[in-house]
């Protein structure tokens, strides 16, 4: 079976412009995570959806929003792009979103901002 | 003060020595941990994962938790330099509802294992 997949592997962008960030979970799997991870640091939580409705939501500024599919992809989108923004941006996958249910994490789409 | 401490390092050791990998925190709603490895620009791949005090192993690592002293730690016996990653500690509470849901991490462990 196919992991946790993510598009694209790498992207660069300018201050001020919009990235959309995609991600395919393994099949079967209804719930995806958003997590950012700035160099040096651990993952720091976004977004959880589950069956294509939000069920968590962390400590970012609303340039930052995401949607699930019916297929349950997803995509971030992240407006009006600040330096600070540069990071690797993992998705994670899960059955469901009990507490049991493990979370596997895809490669990550590096963002730069420049 | 940080929901998790982790200390970053970076660790060196030679093969095949014991590796002690150490969280704490300080929120006592997180009931569930696990540890992750990370290689270098990939994403996080789970390796342990428990929710009760005490020991459990697998293979060559060992995961410990003492939920009195809010301290987590994750052991490597015989480490190889395929070991050679950043340590991820996770941490996640029991109760449903907002806040649930995410995985708190820490800073993570970067160990190099030198041949």
């Known amino acids: 079976d196919a992991g946790v997949t993510q598009s694209p592997t790498h992207l660069i962008k300018t201050r001020g412009q919009q990235v959309t960030l995609r991600c395919s979970p393994i099949?079967?799997?209804?719930?995806v995570s958003w997590y950012q991870q700035v160099l040096g640091q651990g993952p720091q939580f976004i977004f959880q959806?589950?069956?294509?409705?939000e069920r968590g939501r962390g400590n970012f500024p609303d340039r930052f929003s995401a949607r699930q599919f019916p297929n349950y992809s997803s995509e971030l989108n992240v407006n009006a792009l600040l330096l600070g923004d540069s990071a690797l941006y993992l998705c994670?996958?899960?059955w469901g979103q009990g507490a049991t249910d493990t979370q596997y994490f895809g490669p990550g789409t590096r963002l730069t901002v420049l | 003060q940080k929901e998790v401490e982790q200390d970053p390092g970076p660790l060196s050791v030679p093969e095949g020595a014991i590796v002690s990998l150490n969280c704490t925190y300080s929120?006592?709603?997180?009931?569930?941990f696990m540890w992750y490895r990370q290689y270098s620009r990939k994403g996080p791949e789970l390796l342990m994962y428990?929710?009760?005090?005490g020991n459990k192993e697998d293979g060559r690592f060992t995961a410990q938790v003492d939920k009195s002293s809010k301290y987590i730690s994750l052991f490597i016996r015989d480490s190889q330099p395929s070991d050679s990653a950043t340590y991820l500690c996770a941490l996640r509470p029991a109760y449903s509802g907002a806040g649930s849901y995410q995985l708190t991490f820490g800073k993570g462990t970067k160990l190099s294992v030198i041949p």
């Open positions: 929120n006592s709603a997180f009931q569930y």
């Open positions: 959806y589950y069956e294509k409705e």
């Open positions: 428990t929710y009760s005090s």
């Open positions: 994670a996958s899960s």
């Open positions: 099949s079967g799997h209804k719930s």
